[in-house]
């Protein structure tokens, strides 16, 4: 088969997911291609992979008068390719490639993967939901990342949706000894105890991640003493009990403007209270690494699909703590804490509980690795992806 991939700017989880895709699609025979920005190609190296052929489009961010342009050149690719699968990825490159490839005299089967939600509101949410519902309807399958988004696309009109899910890279083990050293490294650069209880988190620097509300169960943390009640109410356990020290890393590139944000919010409740410390990493490439480190992940977003930093998590054995958004429930089940959507309190509470007892973040971390064994490899995730290929194909011969 003849497959063309049309995707966005990314630097992250949707990019990983493709890049996974063209590796083991065109690996396993298919003719493949991928259209995207040139920034996306300089940071996932599509052009570089065996069998992958790669077209520079910059899609763009917004809906307007220069998509016509957009739309005549995607069309173009896509007729130069000679596809007979155009599968795009996202809100953004699914809308331009709908208008594109339903133009070709010889129409390709088009599938558009849903990545994330659309959020817009007031006039922006009825333009979102407007085009949310042409791609259901025209697209011959919608793919979601999540249960919800399938929930979605079919309540829109989807003559066919289903999920499948984007598969978390390899997550190489690391040898207790470099975790050691790792908590070490981070120690001597922050100047924490070794005792410390790392807490981390992982992702973009951006809205959608809601890192204020971290900064905001910082703010709690003071009063909260074992499974998140406050010390004075419990002054036995407390006597017994030395308060930890608590130390928040997050790893991850930033938007910064969200940057200056987030740490001016920290820093301002850091002048008036006492707050644990707050570090940030920047980008990292040995989340692996970090992962082994610490004893509490945390993840704050306000939605997600299935997040891959989530699922390193679950495969690296972290007692995790996420808020109950989009996928992020039924990827975690029983195997972490799950809290509401931007609630500090509970964040500062579920923290606090891990935090003083290590039983039970041994209990959560062993948990967390049995499920992350469970779950499907990026060559697992293609195959089944190329099953859906072949059975869209036939029925179109058929």
């Known amino acids: 088969m003849r497959i063309v991939y049309v995707l966005g700017t990314s630097t992250g989880g949707v990019g990983t997911h493709v890049r996974a895709l063209a590796r083991d699609v065109a690996a396993a025979g298919h003719e493949l291609g991928v259209i995207g920005p040139a920034s996306t190609d300089e940071h996932f190296g599509f052009s570089a992979l065996p069998g992958v052929r790669f077209a520079a489009l910059d899609m763009g961010t917004g809906i307007g008068v220069r998509d016509a342009a957009l739309i005549l ?3 173009e690719l896509i007729a130069g390719f000679d596809a007979d699968i155009v599968h795009a990825h996202g809100f953004r490159a699914g809308f331009v490639a709908l208008l594109s490839a339903r133009t070709i005299r010889h129409s390709p089967r088009l599938i558009i993967s849903l990545h994330n939600r659309a959020s817009g509101q007031g006039l922006r949410g009825r333009v979102e939901t407007g085009i949310e519902t042409l791609l259901a309807k ?25 999920f499948l899910p984007a598969a978390a890279p390899e997550v190489h083990d690391v040898p207790a000894a470099a975790a050691v050293a790792t908590r070490a490294e981070l120690a001597a ?18 809205p959608q991640k809601n890192y204020p509300m971290l900064v905001r169960a910082l703010g709690h943390l003071g009063d909260a003493g074992p499974r998140g009640q406050k010390s004075e109410q419990n002054p036995d356990q407390a006597s017994d009990r030395r308060t930890p020290e608590l130390v928040f890393l997050i790893a991850g590139a930033a938007d910064q403007t969200v940057l200056a944000e987030v740490r001016g919010q920290y820093e301002d409740l850091a002048a008036t209270s006492a707050v644990p410390a707050l570090h940030f990493l920047g980008p990292r490439d040995d989340i692996a690494a970090l992962n082994a480190a610490a004893d509490i992940y945390v993840l704050t977003s306000v939605w997600e699909a299935r997040a ?6 679950l495969i690296s054995g972290r007692a995790i703590i996420a808020t109950s958004t989009g996928g992020s429930r039924e990827l975690v089940g029983d195997a972490g804490l799950l809290i509401s959507d931007d609630d500090d309190t509970a964040l500062a509470e579920a923290i606090a509980e891990l935090a003083f007892d290590p039983a039970r973040r041994a209990e959560l971390a062993a948990r967390a690795q049995a499920r992350g064994a469970q779950l499907p490899d990026e060559r697992e995730v293609a195959k089944e992806l190329m099953s859906i290929y072949t059975e869209l194909m036939s029925a179109q011969v058929g």
Do not use: N
């Open 138 to 162: 025209g697209a011959d399958l919608i793919l979601g990342a999540s249960a919800d988004l399938v929930v979605r696309s079919r309540e829109l009109g989807a003559r066919d949706a289903r």
């Open 308 to 313: 891959l930093v989530l699922q390193e998590a």
């Open 73 to 75: 050149r995607l069309r």
């Open 189 to 206: 650069e922050f100047g924490f105890g070794e005792d410390a209880v790392i807490v981390l988190s992982v992702g973009r620097i951006a």
